[in-house]
């Protein structure tokens, strides 16, 4: 997996907790919260170049608070 250092991602909107970049089958992008596991939406891509764009639309969405919060019994 690519670290992404340069792409900044601010506390989770849902505990606060830590977010984190993760990849799907090398197919698609996503933030976690590595606490209550709130994520994004996943954001898909085809090459190196739209791999790096996807992961800053997640943070994008990340830092903007659009999230799916994890429910009773996820």
């Known amino acids: 997996m690519e670290h992404y250092e340069d792409i900044h991602l ?12 993760e990849e ?13 596991g709130a994520h994004t939406a996943e954001f898909s891509y085809k090459s190196a170049e739209e791999r790096l764009e996807a992961a800053r639309k997640v943070a994008a969405n990340w830092n903007m608070r659009k999230v799916i919060a994890p429910g009773p019994g996820e």
């Open 24 to 36: 799907e089958g090398g197919w698609c992008v996503y933030v976690q919260c590595v606490d209550c």
């Open 10 to 21: 601010e506390d989770c909107p849902c505990c606060g907790g830590v977010g984190s970049i």
